[in-house]
């Protein structure tokens, strides 16, 4: 797992930057408001997320921790890839998410590119109690750590499991867990498959 990345900039496009770090350069997907202020030759911090698919590895890139975490949370949600939860943290400070999911107020979310009306509800709905308005505290008691979250959804994903299935079973064993199984990887995979076992899902 990639989680943070220090290096310099080769590139910087609207939405996307390419750092080297160490003799490499790794394309990091970013918000627009990062993109903008790299400049070729300075040195960039950026706490990453790493996607992993069949045919692609794909890194995404924000300025700060908190920024990472609500990623990690609105992949969480059914429907929500990637690219969708960059565009929602592209469009919203994370105090604009955290307040209209508090009034689950689906509207803010209508508005960002490629986010529909039924996938701005269940964002407004799904993050119920996962988020809070106040700076420097994104996720609450009761939500399972985003990295953790990530990690269960990629490793259900490779068993065969369809990425929205995992994603809603993973979000329902994290819901169910003791706090320690909710920051164990493993533990929660198992809640995760057994959860899924029994009550089925479709795969791939």
């Not at 496009?13 to 903008?36: N, T």
């Amino acid at each position: 797992m990639i989680s943070s990345l220090r290096g310099s900039v080769l590139h910087a496009g609207l939405d996307q930057v390419v750092l080297e770090v160490g003799g490499v350069g790794f394309s990091v997907a970013v918000p627009p408001d990062v993109a903008r202020t790299a400049r070729n030759g300075e040195e960039l911090f950026l706490f990453t997320h790493l996607v992993v698919r069949e045919d692609a590895l794909s890194l995404f890139g924000f300025s700060s921790r908190d920024e990472l975490d609500v990623f990690g949370i609105l992949l969480g949600v059914s429907g929500i890839g990637p690219k969708s939860a960059l565009g929602v943290l592209s469009s919203l400070t994370i105090d604009q998410i955290a307040e209209a999911v508090e009034a689950e107020d689906e509207k803010p979310f209508k508005k960002v590119s490629g986010i529909g009306p039924k996938t701005a509800k269940l964002i407004a709905l799904q993050l119920q109690g996962k988020l809070a308005p106040a700076a420097g505290r994104t996720v609450r008691a009761g939500a399972a750590a985003p990295d953790v979250v990530s990690q269960v959804v990629q490793a259900v994903t490779g068993l065969g499991w369809q990425e929205k299935v995992a994603a809603e079973a993973v979000g329902l064993a994290a819901e169910q867990a003791s706090e320690i199984d909710r920051a164990n990887v493993q533990a929660l995979l198992r809640l995760t498959l057994a959860a899924l076992g029994a009550g089925g899902g479709a795969r791939v």
